[in-house]
């Protein structure tokens, strides 16, 4: 059986891999150098993207060193439309920013589809400010298409020291059904670009003796976190 979106997502995550070659190499670097350093991967999204971020956080066999920069009025749970427009106000990252332990030496990735909203764009800001590296997870095809909603503001590809590109065309969509666009794809495309940094970092750290700080999953008997969540538990809001 051959199903179109199956085939769609697959020259979709072989389009990112070949288009980011440089950029992955390089994000792969800061992860590794991050870990090794003992320093945090924080990260941010709003509405779907966040799940992007999300997916690096208290993961099994994900990194300890992670912290997700969630909040309750940017995701869906506490309204759709709602997330919607709060994305949309400008001086509200800075809220959420003060709300976190943030060295200097720590790396950012910021997740925007269109790359276009002022939280994102004013959470890597915020982070360059501080002198943080920023990575952005963004599709460049949208985010050139339309201006940024802040008035002469730079989009978040703009801002950040490394871009890398979901590839994902505008509107989010893979497939068309008739006249209508389907078949989202930011949130794959992310999380196959994140958990692939992640993972080869790991490698690059892994082969340098430096012992990882992984999570297991609380579902298999035999193993526990407790040593990991004491360890960074002063430094994560949300552990």
Sequence with gaps: MSYPYHTAVNHLLDAIVQSNKESIAQAIDWFAETLITDHLIHTFGTGHSHMIGLELFVRAGGLANVNAMLDSTVMTSEG???SAEIERISGFSKVIWDQHQIAKEDLFVIISNSGRNAMPIEMAQLAKENGNKVI???SLTQSKTFPSRIANQPKLYEIADLVLDNNVPTGDGLLNIGADLTGA???IAGCFLVNLIATEAMKKAHSQGFQLP???SQNVDGFSNEDLYKRFSSRIKHL
């Design 214 to 216: 992984i999570f297991y």
């Design 185 to 187: 794809a930011s949130t």
């Design 80 to 82: 759709a439309r709602r």
């Design 136 to 138: 952005a997870i963004t």
